[in-house]
């Protein structure tokens, strides 16, 4: 497969089943069983800032970045019907953002050296080109601005889980790792009644792309949220996993 056809299969996705998905995977919520961004402050004071999200969705993270009073909107997806949800919910909240169809991996027609934050609510992950995605965003923000995003985290992959039930296998209280941590070649993943092609990439990959874009790492957090670690009763099987390793990370990021 090549990275064209990669693409067409996640677009193609995201335009069938955009409504399954509204509103999920957005600020504040940086991942499942993960802290949130009213835990963890990784934005800070947002009024007036210019902000770019890549992979903007149905566009509830630009919501939540409006109504803490940023000064500029801008959003960038591959799916327009992900796009047509985003404009309909800023609109109906009486808010407006520049959005843009076209995949990050492209030189985006937006601003250079211009936004105070970029960031990617598990969009990053998507992409089929990291270093010059990375590039590209540094190349967007201004000196000092922030980059923030947060992903599967790759042990979460490594670690086996049966897709037909959507379990995690355990062999009695040990979890079993079913693939290569080094792996990172992509795959092609059943979802609903369609399939998705991911690859599942070692956090040196994210940083020392970071760093070769001109990043520096300000923190990287991998944890589970405190509900999860104290799960007890009926919630203790769900949260298992959880318990014993990171299932998404995010990551803040300084221009150089
Ligand atoms: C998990 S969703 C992100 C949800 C988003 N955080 C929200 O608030 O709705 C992933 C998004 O990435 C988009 N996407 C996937 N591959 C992409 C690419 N190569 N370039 C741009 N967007 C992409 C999908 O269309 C989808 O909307």
């Known amino acids: 497969m090549n990275n ?5 299969i996640n677009k193609n996705y995201w335009n069938d089943h955009a409504d399954l998905w509204f509103g999920t995977t957005a600020l504040p919520q940086y991942g499942v069983h993960f802290p949130t961004e009213d835990d963890l402050h990784l934005f ?3 009024s007036g800032k210019k902000m770019l999200e890549i992979c903007c ?50 030189e985006l027609a937006v601003p250079k050296n211009y936004f105070d934050y970029v960031y990617s609510i598990y969009g990053i992950g998507w992409t089929t080109d990291l270093q010059g995605t990375f590039d590209k965003i540094a190349s967007y923000l201004k000196k000092d601005g922030i980059f923030i995003f947060s992903w599967h985290h790759t042990l979460n992959y490594c670690i086996a889980w049966s897709c037909k039930d959507r379990k ?17 070649s992509y795959f092609k993943m059943p979802v609903h009644d369609s399939e998705i092609v991911l690859c599942n990439r070692k956090l040196s990959t994210y940083i020392n792309a970071l760093a070769k874009a001109g990043f520096v790492v300000e923190q990287l957090v ?7 670690l104290n799960a007890t009763g009926e919630l203790a099987p769900k949260t298992r996993k959880a318990k014993m390793l990171p299932l998404s990370f995010c990551i803040k990021a300084r221009k150089l």
């Not at 409006?66 to 909107?73: D, I, M, P, R, V």
């Open 4 to 8: 064209e056809e990669i693409l067409d």
């Open 44 to 46: 800070g004071d947002v």
């Open 57 to 106: 969705g149905s566009g509830h993270s630009l919501l939540y970045n409006a109504q803490k009073g940023a000064g500029e909107l801008w959003g960038v997806d591959l799916s327009q019907k992900q796009l047509d949800n985003a404009s309909i919910l800023l609109e109906e909240q009486g808010y407006s953002a520049n959005l843009l169809c076209d995949k990050m991996e492209n």
């Open 168 to 184: 995690v296998v355990f062999d009695d209280d040990k979890l079993v790792m079913s693939k290569s941590y080094f792996d990172e």
């Open 222 to 228: 991998e944890e589970s949220d405190d509900d999860t």
